[in-house]
């Protein structure tokens, strides 16, 4: 069993920062692609920003420039560092992880975290 534990939300002035962890545990498994998406009250989940196992990212257009993503495959974590925050970056984050356990891939899904953007 994979579980992803996520940490670092809370509340920011607008303009501050704020760096998401999200950390894979269990056995026997392999991370291939990993990202954080965000839903805001009364909206869809939207992608935030990806990362391939070769370190290869994708941002939305909304955050680019301002957040960053990474993660150390030796903890089998992905970072969200997010800067310049703005009001409207103020949702739920949750981390995503592609996961091989034997001979098949899974999608497992962090708890959420809650990030709340000050004017």
């Known amino acids: 069993q994979v579980q992803l534990v996520e940490s670092g939300g809370g509340l920011v002035q607008a303009g501050g920062s704020l760096r998401l962890s999200c950390a894979a545990s269990g056995s026997g498994f392999r991370i291939n692609a990993m990202g954080w998406y965000r839903q805001a009250p009364g909206k869809e989940r939207e992608l935030v920003a990806t990362?391939?196992?070769?370190?290869?990212?994708n941002y939305v257009d909304s955050v680019k420039g301002r957040f960053t993503i990474a993660r150390d495959n030796a903890k089998n974590t992905v970072y969200l560092q997010m800067d310049s925050l703005k009001p409207e970056d103020t949702a739920v984050y949750y981390c995503n992880a592609n996961i091989v356990l034997g001979l098949k891939w899974y999608v497992y899904w962090g708890q959420g975290t809650q990030v709340t953007v000050s004017s």
């Open positions: 990362i391939t196992n070769g370190d290869n990212t």
